[in-house]
């Protein structure tokens, strides 16, 4: 399905300290004067997120957070709810990105218990899946991504507004991106896995792609059939890279 408004989201991952707002500022700042037919967003860490909020108030770049606990509160020492990012000003939130999945352990059942979290909170989840190097080589990507899907929606993702992200691990930060042929490939088995989970609920939210896009890769990786936008991580964080992408979507 053609998708004509995108979802370019930036992932700050663990990086930004109050000054790296002036990048924020800066992307608002052009967006204002050349205004996108896309959806533009930032994910900086939990730390910033109320204080891009204010300095974003306004414009139309959107804001989330990286990740989000499962329980809306408690005994959680350290971690940070769905309703918490909500308050400090974001409308979206990554879950179960690979670096979750790899690095904290995270379950596919971790990961849609966290994305019912989030629509319980009125966050719209960005739900990411993506095979390792080795599970490629072996000729598993779409038989591992199927499965991932099919495991990290909850049910109420059905009615809500989310997205999923198809992030390759191997492509992750490395510079290296799957060819066109097979992102289509992994994106279409994406949606008939959100269908055969939801049903007519899984029919039309947007399928993002992420790994190494940069304004040199982004008008070809956009413009997949099923591509409905792009996560973006290392060209995020300054301004001029992120535009260049937004600007080729
Ligand atoms: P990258 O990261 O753009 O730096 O490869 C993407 C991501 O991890 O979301």
């Known amino acids: 399905m053609k998708q004509s408004v995108k979802l370019i ?85 990554i879950v179960g990105h690979s670096e979750r999945r790899q690095g904290f352990g995270e379950t596919d059942a971790d990961v849609a218990a966290k994305t019912e979290a989030a629509i319980a909170a009125g966050l719209e989840p960005i739900v990411c899946v993506g095979e390792t190097l080795d599970q490629r080589e072996a000729g598993k990507a779409v038989e591992v991504v199927r499965a991932q899907v099919l495991g990290s929606l909850p049910d109420s993702a059905g009615t809500a507004a989310f997205a999923v992200a198809y992030e390759p691990v191997w492509a992750i930060g490395t510079g290296l991106t799957p060819t066109l042929e097979q992102i289509e490939e992994v994106h279409r088995a994406v949606r008939a896995a959100m269908v055969e989970r939801l049903g007519q609920g899984g029919e039309t939210a947007p399928i993002l792609y992420g790994g190494s896009v940069k304004p040199d890769n982004a008008r070809d990786i956009l413009a997949v059939p099923e591509v409905g936008g792009a996560l973006v991580g290392g060209a995020s964080l300054k301004a001029a890279d992120f535009l260049g992408i937004v600007r080729a979507a």
């Open 9 to 93: 989201a930036g992932n700050w991952k663990m990086n930004g300290l109050s000054a790296s707002l002036a990048e924020a500022k800066a992307l608002r700042e052009a967006l204002d004067g050349e205004p996108s037919a896309h959806r533009v967003a930032l994910c900086p860490p939990a730390t910033l997120i109320a204080q891009m909020a204010w300095a974003l108030r306004g414009g139309a770049v959107e804001i989330g957070g990286q990740d989000c606990h499962a329980k809306a509160s408690g005994a959680f020492t350290g971690s940070v709810s769905a309703p918490m990012l909500k308050d400090a000003g974001a409308g979206l939130v």
